[in-house]
Nanobody
Framework: QVQLVESGGGLVQAGGSLRLSCAAS????????MGWFRQAPGKEREFVAT????????WYADSVKGRFTISRDNAKNTVYLQMNSLKPEDTAVYYC??????????????????WGQGTQVTVSS
């Protein structure tokens, strides 16, 4: 298992930007594919983006494509989510997660075995 701690959430106006970070500890970070998910009030948690072990391959939900960028720094055991052109509908608790599955790119939460506690992102209109 790997332990994950998110940071970087906050309150931002529509059109603004935030960068979320997720620091990992425990087993070798570079052995995990990583993902970001979010859960808005009253809604189920949903896929946002995933990135492969070495950061070559990335996948995004259609709702964030072109606005969000997932990246990782294996030397720092950290995965990032750069969020630009934020919209009120991006308001949610954002979670990072780690996967050992070859199917991680589908963004299915069942493929992710370790989760952080989440960080709140609020976008005001």
């Amino acid at each position: 298992q790997v332990q994950l701690v998110e940071s970087g959430g906050g309150l931002v106006q529509a059109g603004g930007s935030l960068r979320l970070s997720c620091a990992a500890s425990g087993r070798t970070f570079s052995s995990y594919h990583m993902g970001w998910f979010r859960q808005a009030p009253g809604k189920e948690r949903e896929f946002v983006a995933t990135i492969s072990r070495v950061g070559i391959s990335t996948w995004y939900a259609d709702s964030v494509k072109g606005r969000f960028t997932i990246s990782r720094d294996n030397a720092k055991n950290t995965v990032y989510l750069q969020m630009n052109s934020l919209k009120p509908e991006d308001t949610a608790v954002y979670y990072c997660a780690a996967s050992s599955s070859t199917w991680y790119y589908r963004g299915d939460q069942a493929d992710f075995g370790s989760w952080g506690q989440g960080t709140q992102v609020t976008v005001s209109s």
